[in-house]
């Protein structure tokens, strides 16, 4: 069979002097770009995000024309019996995304300490750990909205979960970089050598890092420029009320959502056994990441001190089954770190769990399941920390003070 002749058609190919050339555009423009920084006044709260329980914090306290006083930060061990307990204390249900209060401490220290505010916010969340609670100070909670004493409940799994492979892979930590650099937490956040090349890529290759920033910029314009077109020449679409922050890419699964988790006041007494989950939370120890989250702590600490935050440590109060789950010395790496950390910037620590479990406040009845107390366990831990801070006089005077750095005498406008 005789072939077709194909020696007439233009044939297409590719230099290297042509790859160079264009190589070479693309360095010259990503260079332009990053010197020009065009995206640099893109509203962070605009971009595409999944709907996690950082998202619904940090956009509650951006509806807030002041900073709360008191911060509380922690993981489930700390949201749940909080929020329990405003449910029984308040005699009401409320949905879990839209209440990041604790209002039984807000009015135990206007009673104790006789101030006018003493607004609680809670930054507890499923998961959380000691490097995503130094991320919320860091991004959120300074300028006009720093608080004057920041809570931190902790527990061993706050350390050395066996679910989180580093600091950089939870999900707080993913949002709140878009609120602050992390070019000098890099290497603590991420220990793994590709984990490091990924995001210096994104920095270095200006369309790359910031993809997102495009998008939001790219849909705003399309629809600045179209939309009185289509307007005039058609009905409305339902389209242009789309909430790009409520539609986030498909890959990035919510969380949390409205309706979803209801908190109900005055709920019968249950307790759930939740031994496997543990199992598996704890394994056979993680010294690696306690070690991470070691520093994470003291870089907390230091940094809380130079912002003239005063904090609280709470050493939060465990079932002794759950304790028993732990690996063999793990639970005496938590509290010695705790412990040489408080010593160290010179914060009160207070200890709820006595090394074996419940410590001398607390029994079952106060849990939910193995580590989470339920609304009785919440007013008992909340009632602690009310006396802590009571008891102690940096912690006392800085929710005494007003925005002048005077004292406020209780029951009297005189101030000295």
């Not at 990035?252 to 309706?259: C, I, S, V």
Request: aromatic share 10%.
């Amino acid at each position: 069979m005789k072939q077709a002749d194909t020696s007439n058609k233009p044939k297409v190919t590719i230099g290297i002097s042509q790859v160079l050339w264009a190589l070479g555009l693309f360095a010259v423009v990503n260079i332009a770009l990053l010197m020009w920084q065009p995206l640099s006044k893109v509203d962070p709260e605009s971009l595409p995000a999944a709907h996690t329980w950082i998202w619904w914090a940090t956009k509650e306290l951006a509806q807030q024309k002041e900073a709360p006083e008191v911060a509380l930060m922690g993981s489930s061990f700390m949201m749940h019996p909080l929020a329990l307990r405003d449910a029984d204390y308040l005699k009401k249900n409320f949905d879990y995304v839209h209440h990041h209060y604790s209002s039984y401490l807000e009015d135990l220290l206007k009673q104790n300490l006789g101030v006018k505010k003493a607004q609680c916010f809670n930054f507890a969340m499923p998961g959380g750990m000691i490097s995503d609670h130094y991320m919320i100070t860091r991004a959120l909670l300074s300028g006009d909205k720093k608080p004057r004493v920041i809570v931190i409940g902790a527990g061993p799994r706050d350390f050395m979960d066996k679910h989180v492979h580093c600091a950089a892979a939870t999900r707080p930590f993913k949002y709140l970089q878009r609120y602050t650099s992390i070019d000098d937490l890099v290497q603590l956040s991420m220990p793994q050598i590709w984990q490091q090349a990924d995001y210096w890529q994104g920095r270095g290759i200006y369309l790359w890092g910031k993809k997102l920033d495009f998008q939001v910029v790219a849909c705003d314009w399309t629809r600045k420029m179209f939309n009185p077109l289509i307007e005039k020449l058609c009905v409305n679409s339902p389209l242009n009320e789309i909430d790009q922050t409520r539609n986030a890419p498909s890959n990035m699964r919510m969380e949390a959502e409205e309706g979803l988790y209801i908190v109900k006041a005055d709920s019968p007494y249950k307790f759930d056994d939740n031994t496997r989950e543990y199992i598996s939370r704890y394994g056979s120890g993680n010294d690696k990441l306690l070690e991470n989250q070691k520093i994470w702590l003291d870089k907390f600490l230091q940094m809380a001190q130079e912002q003239n935050i005063q904090v609280l440590l709470v050493s939060m109060p465990l079932t002794p089954t759950n304790m028993q789950l732990l690996p063999s010395g793990t639970y005496d790496k938590f509290i010695a770190a705790m412990r040489a950390s408080s010593q160290k910037w010179n914060v009160q620590l207070v200890d709820l769990n006595g090394g074996t479990g419940f410590g001398d406040k607390f029994n079952k009845l106060d849990f939910s399941d193995t580590a989470h107390m339920n609304g009785q366990g919440g007013k008992k831990l909340i009632d602690a920390i009310n006396v802590a801070i009571c008891r102690d006089k940096r912690l006392a005077n800085a929710l005494s003070q007003d925005n002048q750095g005077n004292i406020q005498l209780a029951g009297s406008n005189k101030t000295h």
